[in-house]
């Protein structure tokens, strides 16, 4: 009988540990789309539509890439000795972390509606200044599920810090929608306005995702003492 527990508890943390590091593939994944975000807003911006539209390409196609991940994570711990709470906790990270890439393409599309010769220049800053946020976010949720894998005690401070990156865009978006609106009163496009309010609004929303998802993965540390 202690034979055959010890040896179900090392199947145990081992199928936890795969599920966990493919966890981090997944968020690899959402990262390299928030990367390209970063290049396509920054083309996009600057007029560079030709450009742009080649990385919103490359966005769409790792957001498909990241679902294929997604889905083989689900797949996986149908089979595999998980207990299923614990099932449950890489199934709410994995969905929870899908949801960033889903705003971020959400976000591409919208945007190309508009008409970037007539964004005022500081609204393009601000958004410019969002996203770099966003990016640093994004760096901030890839340590802290590294932290987990490495078990090296640095997962609660490295959540705290992508929560803080977290509160820095919604103040940020905050001052960028008011200025928003105030372009709105004079803007020739309806449209522009409109669509760039929904741009930033998936921004934010990609940036609450990261948030929830490096509360899960704290969650997850804490519970097994790994924070």
């Known amino acids: 009988m202690l034979g055959s527990g010890h040896i179900g508890f090392w199947l145990g943390q081992r199928s936890e540990k795969e599920a966990i590091s493919a966890c981090e593939k997944h968020l690899e994944k959402i990262f390299a789309i928030v990367n390209k975000f970063k290049l396509f807003i920054d083309a996009y911006l600057k007029g560079d539509l030709e450009k742009a539209k080649a990385l919103s390409i490359e966005i769409i196609s790792l957001e498909r890439e990241a679902d294929k ?13 998980l207990h299923p709470m614990d099932q449950d906790e890489i199934i709410r990270l994995v969905m929870t972390s899908d949801d960033i890439a889903a705003h971020v393409k959400s976000a591409t599309r919208k945007i ?3 008409h970037p010769k007539d964004i005022p220049d500081e609204v393009k800053f601000r958004i410019q200044e969002l996203v770099g946020v966003l990016l640093e ?4 949720l890839m340590d802290t599920i590294q932290s987990l894998l490495k ?3 640095g997962v609660v ?4 810090k992508t929560e803080r990156l977290e509160e820095k865009i919604d103040d940020l978006r905050v001052d960028l929608i008011a ?4 372009w709105g ?8 306005w ?6 930033v609004e998936n921004i934010e929303s990609a940036s609450d995702r990261m948030e929830d998802t490096a509360d899960l993965i704290r969650t997850i540390a804490v519970l097994r003492s790994r924070g």
């Open 69 to 81: 991940v997604k889905e083989d994570i689900i797949n996986d711990l149908m089979k595999s000795s």
């Open 179 to 182: 200025k928003i609106l105030i």
């Open 157 to 160: 401070s490295k959540a705290e």
């Open 194 to 199: 409109l669509m760039i309010k929904e741009v």
């Open 137 to 140: 976010e994004a760096v901030s």
């Open 151 to 153: 078990r090296d005690g």
């Open 112 to 114: 190309q509606y508009t």
């Open 185 to 192: 009163d004079s803007a020739e496009h309806v449209s522009d």
